[in-house]
């Protein structure tokens, strides 16, 4: 909604012009009918306070208007508070994004290319494990997923996504089913086998290690706590097998959290692996859904309801590479995205843990993308060039904003919008049919009220939390030379 803002040099020119008139007929109208008491008209003498009406006049209407000139008195965001700062300008935004938001892209790429060679390692080893039929294995790929590759993580390349697809036992068929999520979200579904299926009667062992049954007579579901356990167990077999090129470069380790993580650790030994980053590689075993679509375990559900979550990790991919294509070659998206993680991440740097365990729940870095990815799609595209970067940065803020009151956003691809994403963005049935999903629908009110304040506060404020927040800062990748720059 379009704000008037009030032009001060028009206005203050009109009172002027106004009170001067009215003086005028002050003085002219009472002095023609007045005479002095001897008869004779005192107009002789009218001109004097005249002129020095007019030139007082024009004194104060030139310092009026010297003062309703001077820079930073006219323009107001629509976070303006009298008597408070009004947000960052687009010089503070572009230092700090340099000093501290973006990636050096050569450290970035060290760190991918070094993370994408073990891995490869990894899968390759364990698809050529000789495993009986009626058990788990790696199909033999992997699909790098994240802001890490998608060109928008900040901070620092230490943190890196993969999703390994399993295998599974040949003529084991499972059916995905629906759940049901009132948390928001990507749909829950449980992976069942069909009624009076032969194959878990079978393999006793395999059902015995892996299925549950789900309370019918001769159905089972398949259990993400015991593929994650062997999926542990079968990453540290393969990890064991290709230490050894490694073990020059770097020290690695492999943890099973308490949050059934399975987190791959990276220590260098030397300079190869860039700057000395220490980085982490949460290794994430998936079943194909079809369509390029993956199912994981789900993080939030109980053991005993053994659900699984959707994955879009192709499609996302692909909507970023459409929009790349689509947009202007200086286009300021991903720095965009990359400038509000950073507002989320200043602005809850004061809060308990409590207090910012919810502030980034409701601002998690997959809800900034979708607010993103909304507005891309209703913004035409050549209104993404740089230099609009800070009409986007007030859009991307409002319709968060706005959000936030209304207590809704739509998943982008379960959101049922018709004709928002391009064509070739296919999706499996199961998710065609799920109902439109609310990504806050598990926040009360009170919360997302709470977030919408502190939001419009981190961004009227952000000069003040950079001052506060970076001082101690270095950035991973910039700050440290690396020796391999000047060889490429």
Not at 129 to 136: A, F, I, R
Not at 339 to 356: F, H, I, M, N
């Amino acid at each position: 909604m379009s704000v008037y803002t009030l032009n001060l040099r028009v206005f203050w020119l009109l009172v002027t012009c106004v009170v001067g008139v009215l003086l005028l007929l002050h003085h002219f109208v009472p002095r023609g009918s007045d005479e002095r008491s001897d008869g004779c008209s005192d107009q002789g003498t009218g001109s004097v306070p005249l002129i020095k009406y007019v030139f007082a006049f024009a004194l104060c209407y030139f310092f009026i208007r010297y003062c309703s000139s001077q820079p930073g008195t006219t323009k107001r965001s629509f976070h303006t508070v009298a008597g408070k700062p009004t947000g960052p300008k687009r010089e503070l935004l572009e230092e700090h994004f340099e000093r501290h938001v973006r990636l050096s892209p050569h450290v970035l790429g060290h760190s991918k290319a070094h993370v994408a060679k073990l891995v490869s390692e990894l899968v390759r080893v364990g698809r050529a494990d000789v495993l009986p039929e009626s058990s788990l294995a790696f199909r033999g790929d992997f699909v790098q997923i994240g802001s890490s590759y998608e060109e928008h993580k900040v901070g620092s390349p230490d943190c890196f996504d993969i999703l390994v697809p399993l295998r599974l036992p040949r003529g084991l068929k499972l059916e995905p089913c629906s759940h049901g999520n009132s948390r928001g979200g990507a749909p829950l579904v449980t992976l069942e086998t069909p009624r009076k299926e032969e194959w878990p009667r079978r393999h006793k062992a395999f059902t015995d290690a892996y299925l549950r049954s789900n309370g019918s007579a001769g159905m089972y579901r398949l259990s993400p706590d015991s593929v994650m356990r062997w999926f542990y167990c079968a990453s540290q077999r393969c990890l064991s097998t290709v230490r050894y090129p490694f073990d020059q470069r770097c020290l690695l380790s492999l943890s099973l959290s308490e949050g059934q993580r399975v987190q791959l650790h990276l220590t260098p030994r030397s300079d190869y692996v860039c700057c000395h980053i220490s980085m982490g590689v949460r290794l994430i075993p998936a079943l194909p859904l079809g369509d390029s679509a993956f199912l994981v375990a789900s993080p939030g559900a109980q053991r005993s309801q053994d659900l699984w979550t959707v994955y879009f990790p192709k499609q996302e991919q692909k909507l970023l590479g459409w929009l790349k294509a689509k947009l202007p070659a200086s286009s300021c998206h991903l720095k965009c995205l990359q400038l509000l993680k950073e507002v989320r991440d200043l602005g809850g740097q004061t809060l308990d843990q409590q207090a910012g365990a919810e502030w980034k729940g409701v601002l998690s870095s997959y809800v900034l993308k979708t607010a993103w990815l909304r507005l891309l799609f209703s913004t035409p595209f050549e209104a993404w060039e740089d230099r609009h970067l800070m009409d986007r940065m007030e859009d991307l803020l409002r319709f968060l904003r706005d959000g936030l009151q209304t207590r809704s956003l739509r998943h982008l691809l379960l959101g049922g919008d018709k004709g928002l994403l391009p064509e070739s963005v296919a999706l499996p049935k199961i998710v065609k049919e799920t109902v439109p999903s609310n990504m806050w629908a598990e926040f009360s009110a009170e919360s997302l009220d709470l977030v919408s304040a502190r939001l419009s506060y981190s961004w009227t404020h952000l000069p003040r939390l950079i001052r506060l927040g970076r001082p101690q800062r270095t950035t991973l990748g910039r700050g440290v030379r690396c020796k391999h720059v000047d060889a490429e």
